[in-house]
C-alpha cells in the first residue's frame, strides 16, 4: 500500500459503490450515454458482464493524454473483469475522420501509417498492463477476480477484403444519407467555404461498419470515445439497428463519450492542436508526465484525480479538502503526478519521478544516494547529462547550460555555482574535480537556487 494514501481512505468509499455507470459519471468521465441507457445501468448493477471497445487511429507516433480519458473509461470496465476491444484504424487512417476538425487532414505514406499501427498497438498493451499493476496495487484486496481480456484489433484486416460493389449491395440500403448529412461533423464543414471531400464524408459509415462487425463476430455491446466521436458511434448504433431489425433476439447497443480535455484556452487536447503529451516513452519520459500533472492548477487536481486514477471518488474529496487548506504545499499536484505516472509508466515509476523532482528543485538532499542510484534515476527521467572526464568546470557549465564561456566564467565569480551535495560554492575555473565527484562518476551542479544538474563524467 502506498505511503501517500492512507488505507483507510482507499477501502472505505467503494463500500456502497452506485454502480459502475453512475460511479464515472461521478468521476466526471462521461460526457452522453447513447440511449438505452437504464439497460446497460441495470446490467451493470446485476453484475453481467458486458464487451466494450474505443478506437484510435494511427495519425500519429503515439497515443496522447486525451485519448487516455475514453481509455480511462475501458480501464474502469477492464479492472471489474470486462472485456474490452482496444481497435487501430488501419483501414480508418487512411480516409481521415473529420470529426472536430475544421480542415482536411494530410495524406500520409503508407510506411509511417504502418509503424503507427504498430506502435499505437503496443501502446494500448502497456496502457492496460500498467492499468491493471496500477490497480491490484492499490486495492489488493479488489483485484482477487483477475482482470477482463484485451483484445487488439486493427480494422484494416476486415476492410482489406470488402469489395466496394459487394459492400454497396450487401449494406448500402441501411446507411441513410440524411442521418449522414444531419452529423455535426459533416454539417459543419459543410458550411464553410472548402466543404469535405466524400473520403471524409464516407468515414462515418467506415466506423459504423466496425461497431458491427465487433458486435456480430465478439458480440460487443457498447462503443466509447470522446465527446466529438458521438455522430461516428450512433452511426454505429442506427446501422446495426437497421441491420438487425428482424432479429427478435437483438441485445441492446450502447455508446459511451467522455468530455473533451482541453487547455486553459479552451483548445481541444491532441495531435491537432500542437498541445499533446504523448505516452510513448520515447518521446515523453515518466518524469515528464509527473512533471505535467505536477505543475497542474488547483482547479483542475479534484477532476484529474477523477479522470486520470482509480483511487475512489470519496478519497479525492478528502485529499483536495485537505489540499486546499495548504495549497502552496501542492500534496494534491504530487499525489496526482504520482498515481498517474504509475498508472501509464508502471508502479513505483511516480516515487522515482518524485525524487528526480525533488533533487532538481532542493527539497531533497542528494547526500544520501549512491552514484549508481543518480544514475539510473536521471537515466530513467531522461535527464542525466554525459560530459568526458578531461573538461574543466568552465567547459562543462558551457556544455550542459548551453551558455558561452564568457557566460559560464561569470556565472562562477557570481558564486552562483555550487557543485556536490554538499554545495560547495567554487568561484573560478578548474580541471580538479575529482574531489567534488560522487564516487569519481557523478557531478551534481547547481546554478543558483532552482537550475540543478546531474552528469556523468565518462
Ligand atoms: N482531448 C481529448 N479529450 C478526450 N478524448 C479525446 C481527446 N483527444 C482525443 N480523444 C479521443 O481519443 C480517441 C482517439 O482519437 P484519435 O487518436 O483518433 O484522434 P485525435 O487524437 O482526436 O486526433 P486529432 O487531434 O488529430 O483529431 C477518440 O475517441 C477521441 O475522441
Ligand atoms: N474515429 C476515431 C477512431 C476510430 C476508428 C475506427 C473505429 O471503429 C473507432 C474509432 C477517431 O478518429 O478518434
Redesign the pocket.
Known sequence: MLRHVPRRLLTGSRKSSPGLLEELKQRGLISQVAQPEQWLHEKLLQGHKIKLY????P??KS?????V???MILLNFYVKGHDVFALV?GATGRVG?P???TTE?QAMSDVSRLKNVDRIQQQFTRFFENGWKYYESRFPEMSAQGPGKLVKVDNYHWWKDIKLLDFLAQYGRYIRIQSMFSRSSIATRLEGKDGLGFNEFSYQVLQAYDFYHLHKNYSVSLQ??????WGNITAGIDFIDRMESNDSEKLPLGGI??????TSTGE??????GN?VFLDPQINSAYDIFQFFYNTKDADVSRFLKIFTLLPSGTIDAIVQDHMTQPHQRKGQRLLAIEVTDLLFGVGSGERSSKVSEILFGNLSEANMSADELIELFNEAGILQKVPRDKSLVDIITQVTHCSKSEAKRKLVQGSVLLHSSRHKVTENTDQLSQFLIEDKVLILRLGKQKCHVIEIL
Open positions: 474505443c478506437g484510435a487511429d495519425t500519429a497515443l496522447h493524454l486525451g485519448n480519458v475514453p481509455l484504424g475522420d470529426s472536430g476538425r487532414r466509447v470515445g470522446g465527446n466529438d466521436q463519450t467522455a468530455p473533451l480535455l482541453s481541444k487536447f491532441g495531435k491537432s492542436a499533446a
